[in-house]
């Protein structure tokens, strides 16, 4: 049974950071591409960040760039989202999730929730000013 378990949320000022997890288990994780997502209140789920099955190329939404970046440990079977200089409209709830490497190719199927195999159950931020 996969199950991937997100980590590391919470309430923060503007201004500060926080590391988000998300532990794999029941895949091997060196066989996925991974991504973040987050939902805020009333919106639609929307991609943050991805990586692709060894770590060597990230995508990142435009308004993430520069303070957030994902990363990966798969002896550890689990994917990181450092989230640096945190903004009131970075609170949303955030998720993690696995798609196949081999249907993960381009930045466009990087970005569709679609083409993801499986999520995880999400972690709350909150970005206070």
């Known amino acids: 049974q996969v199950q991937l378990v997100e980590s590391g949320g919470g309430t923060v000022q503007a201004g500060g950071s926080l590391r988000l997890s998300c532990a794999a288990s029941?895949?091997?994780?060196?066989?996925?591409?991974m991504g973040w997502f987050r939902q805020a209140p009333g919106k639609e789920r929307e991609f943050v960040a991805a990586v692709n099955w060894n770590g060597g190329l990230t995508y990142y939404e435009n308004s993430v760039k520069g303070r957030f970046t994902i990363f990966r440990a798969n002896t550890k079977n689990t994917v990181y989202l450092q989230m640096n200089n945190l903004k009131p409209e970075d609170t949303a709830d955030y998720y993690c999730?696995?798609?196949?490497?081999?249907?993960?190719?381009?930045?466009?199927?990087?970005?569709?929730?679609?083409?993801?195999?499986?999520w995880g159950q999400g972690t709350q931020v909150t970005v206070s000013s």
């Open positions: 999730a696995a798609g196949l490497r081999t249907k993960l190719m381009t930045r466009s199927e990087y970005e569709t929730l679609r083409l993801y195999d499986y």
């Open positions: 029941g895949l091997t994780l060196s066989s996925y591409a």
